[in-house]
T-cell receptor, first 112, second 113 residues
Framework: GESVGLHLPTLSVQEGDNSIINCAYS??????FIWYKQESGKGPQFIID?????DKRQGQRVTVLLNKTVKHLSLQIAATQPGDSAVYFC???????????FGKGTKLSVIP | NAGVTQTPKFQVLKTGQSMTLQCAQD?????MYWYRQDPGMGLRLIYY???????DKGEVPNGYNVSRLNKREFSLRLESAAPSQTSVYFC????????????FGEGSRLTVL
């Protein structure tokens, strides 16, 4: 099965700075990658996703980078705001698989 | 649209009791999922249903059963609850295929004494 991990369990950033949340995965057959945000007491919310045939994808204030050579995924949040404070999860699945495997999460705290 | 609705939101059980968590989605999605979330463990897949009429085991299926009642509803049953099943349970659904956003419910917090 896949093992999905995060480099840091917690991350504190100053409001207005950029945030980078990292994720390592172990299965080279991973084909689909997705980031979720979870606020306290709520269900996870979709942020952005990327397929293995891409290296980079941008959304509103967020960018996901995929490095398949070293099996590493990152989420960049531009101009971090207090509302970005949450736990962020990366998740992966293999080609043709419905099973999405989640990492343990990184808690992002934004300092006003 | 309500999205994904889970009931109940909170439940306390005694060891050995049974219960069913209900999940319904109103987005006409094909696949549905049950995850559990424990502190420091992230979300782990219990069971999923790729389409109406099919169910498959995920990473941690032991102690659980599921039913895909129709396209809208996917229930999770604990036949004989154990303290190790104390967790927050999330139901999710996805539109087509095996990529794309999973839409999650708000969770059901279960405590087994």
């Amino acid at each position: 099965g896949e093992s999905v991990g995060l480099h840091l369990p917690t991350l504190s950033v100053q409001e207005g700075d950029n945030s980078i949340i990292n994720c390592a995965y172990s299965n080279s057959a991973s084909d689909y990658f997705i980031w979720y945000k979870q606020e306290s007491g709520k269900g996870p919310q979709f942020i952005i996703d990327i397929r293995s045939n891409m290296d980079k994808r941008q959304g509103q204030r967020v960018t996901v980078l995929l490095n398949k050579t070293v099996k590493h995924l990152s989420l960049q949040i531009a101009a971090t705001q207090p509302g970005d404070s949450a736990v962020y999860f990366c998740a992966t699945s293999g080609a043709g698989s419905y099973q999405l495997t989640f990492g343990k999460g990184t808690k992002l705290s934004v300092i006003p | 649209n309500a999205g994904v609705t889970q009931t109940p939101k909170f439940q306390v059980l005694k060891t050995g009791q049974s219960m069913t968590l209900q999940c319904a989605q109103d987005m006409n999605h094909n696949s549905m999922y049950w995850y559990r979330q424990d502190p420091g463990m992230g979300l782990r897949l219990i069971y999923y249903s790729a389409s109406e009429g099919t169910t498959d085991k995920g990473e941690v299926p032991n102690g659980y059963n599921v039913s895909r009642l129709n396209k809208r509803e996917f229930s999770l049953r604990l036949e004989s609850a154990a303290p190790s099943q104390t967790s927050v349970y999330f139901c999710a659904s996805r539109g087509q295929g095996y990529t794309g956003e999973l839409f999650f419910g708000e969770g059901s917090r279960l405590t087994v004494l």
